[in-house]
């Protein structure tokens, strides 16, 4: 299976070691990955105030994947939402679609519905499967405990995502258990990061962290997991200066499903990008196992 992967914005300005772990990872599985250097943003940024600039941008991504013969694979939930609300929208509204694709064929694009929008969740659970991946689990953690967090974009609306159960999600639970982790089943794994009202509202969206991280730390996990840029940035970047800014908070770091994947499959850490990480989550190797348990 091959497909075309979107990255959108923050990835490869912000959380490279997010692109790097997870091709690394679908290296692994046999999954073939094509990037498109023409993608542009999702349109998530403008969506609440600009309709037709944020549809337009949906349908350039589409169409460009389209005219490759490419279904895509995201990797930011924010990302995954916008483009399968746009996608939605397209799909539902016949003149806003003939009225997008008069614009689109001034590149020599047309949006015709055809390519499917998956995540990097998705793919892996659905596409690879669990048993696949089993194989390629090398040396399975022993005693590590993970929060997994779910985040918002993925799981609402629905009827449109198709991600997983909005109220009690099991996908990235499962993902995580075949690492040979323990997932913990926590309330707050659906919760919001406070990402979204970041550089609107600093005190609001911090103080959505630090509640989401205390519950995580609470659980006794020792790593929150996340698969999206948002989510790590908050846990990760902004959750750094909340603990310089406060000598007492107690860290949870924040680990990327691909990298946490990419080691227990004996992948580099290098190469996961590990280090890139601003809060150490270095400590999860002390947890990897000497050998297959399966």
């Not at 009225?99 to 998956?118: D, F, M, P, R």
């Not at 913990?184 to 103080?207: E, F, R, Y």
């Not at 730390?217 to 929150?224: E, L, R």
Request: aromatic share 8%.
């Amino acid at each position: 299976m091959r497909f075309a992967l979107f990255f959108g914005c923050n990835i490869p300005a912000r959380v490279t070691h997010y692109a790097d772990a997870t091709m690394a990872v679908l290296k692994k599985v046999d999954v073939e990955f094509t990037q498109i250097p023409a993608f542009n943003c999702c349109g998530y940024p403008v969506q609440n105030f600009e309709h037709r600039a944020f549809i337009l941008s949906t349908a350039r991504n589409l169409a460009l994947a389209e005219k490759d013969g490419l279904d895509m694979l995201v990797l930011c939930k924010c990302c995954y939402g916008a483009i399968k609300k746009g996608e939605n929208l397209l799909k539902t509204d016949a003149e806003l679609q003939k009225e997008i694709n008069l614009i689109l064929a001034g590149e020599g694009l047309k949006y015709e519905g055809s390519v499917q929008v998956k995540h990097l969740l998705s793919v892996l659970y659905h596409d690879v499967g669990l048993d696949k991946i089993k194989n390629q689990v090398l040396k399975p953690y022993e005693g590590l405990v993970i929060a997994p967090s779910y985040g918002c974009h993925a799981l609402r609306p629905s009827h449109i995502t198709q991600f997983d159960d909005p109220v009690a999600p099991k996908i990235f639970g499962k993902l995580v258990e075949i690492t040979g982790a323990y997932s913990i089943d926590w309330a707050h794994a659906t919760d919001c990061c406070g990402a979204p009202l970041l550089g609107i509202n600093d005190d609001l969206s911090t103080d959505m962290a630090k509640k989401k991280l205390g519950a995580g730390k609470k659980t006794g996990a020792h790593f929150i997991c996340t698969a999206c840029p948002y989510c790590q940035m908050q846990f990760d970047v902004i959750q750094k200066r909340i603990a310089i800014k406060d000598q007492n908070w107690e860290t949870l770091s924040s680990i990327l499903y691909p990298q946490l994947l990419g080691l227990a499959m004996g992948i580099d850490k290098d190469k996961l990008g590990i280090n890139n990480n601003r809060l150490d989550v270095s400590g999860v190797t002390s947890f990897l196992g000497s050998k297959k348990k399966w």
